[in-house]
């Protein structure tokens, strides 16, 4: 069994930044692709960021030149870099892998609050 856990979520006002964490544990299978979501109140869970195997990234226009996403050394742990944040940011982020066997783990998620 995959274990995904997500950190650094907060408050944050408008213009700040933040850098999510996510560190996969346990029975770790090869892993494929990792990403981001992102659930606001009242809206659908929505794909914010990618990062594969290969080494490609990739974001969502709505954050594009804000959002940055990267792999850490080990390729267990994804992160996303968020700058110039915005109240339409605000959501429960969400990490979510892809092994190569198929299999696919979602975290709990990780709550951000932009707000003044």
């Known amino acids: 069994q995959v274990q995904l856990v997500e950190s650094g979520g907060g408050l944050v006002q408008p213009g700040g930044s933040l850098r999510l964490s996510c560190a996969a544990s346990g029975s770790i299978c090869s892993i494929n692709t990792m990403s981001w979501y992102r659930q606001a109140p009242g809206k659908e869970r929505e794909l914010v960021a990618t990062?594969?195997?290969?080494?490609?990234?990739d974001v969502v226009m709505s954050v594009k030149g804000r959002f940055t996403t990267s792999r850490g050394n080990a390729k267990n742990t994804v992160y996303l870099q968020m700058n110039s944040l915005k109240l339409e940011d605000t959501a429960i982020y969400y990490c979510?892998?892809?092994?190569?066997?198929?299999?696919?783990?979602w975290g709990n998620g990780t709550l951000v609050t932009v707000s003044s």
């Open positions: 979510k892998i892809w092994c190569w066997n198929g299999m696919a783990y």
């Open positions: 990062s594969t195997s290969g080494g490609n990234t």
